[in-house]
C-alpha cells in the first residue's frame, strides 16, 4: 500500500532567531498571515561561533511545514467508506 504524500500545513517566513541554551526559537508570519513559533533543539550543545552562524542563517529562511495522516488512520476511513457504499 501507498502511503499518503506529506501535505503542507503552513509556509512561514521566518522573522527572527532567538537563540536557547541547545538549539533556537524561531518566529515569523505564514502566508496566511498568522504567528508561528518553531522550537528547534540539537542534541549537543553548540559553541559561540556555531551558535552565531546558525543564528544569521536560520534567521534569513523559509520553512514549510508538511504532515502526511498516519497510515492506520487512512487506511481505517477508506475501509469504513467502502463499507458505507456498498448495499
Known sequence: ???PKYEPVAEI?????????????LTGQGA??????????????LDAKTRSVLGELLSHSD???SRRAPGGLVQ???QRRNRA???
Open 1 to 3: 500500500m501507498d502511503r
Open 13 to 25: 517566513e521566518v522573522d527572527a532567531a532567538r537563540p536557547d541554551p541547545q538549539g533556537f526559537t
Open 32 to 45: 496566511d498571515h498568522a504567528e508561528y513559533q518553531l522550537d528547534l533543539h540539537f542534541g549537543m550543545p
Open 63 to 65: 520553512l514549510t511545514i
Open 76 to 78: 481505517a476511513l477508506r
Open 85 to 87: 457504499a456498498q448495499p
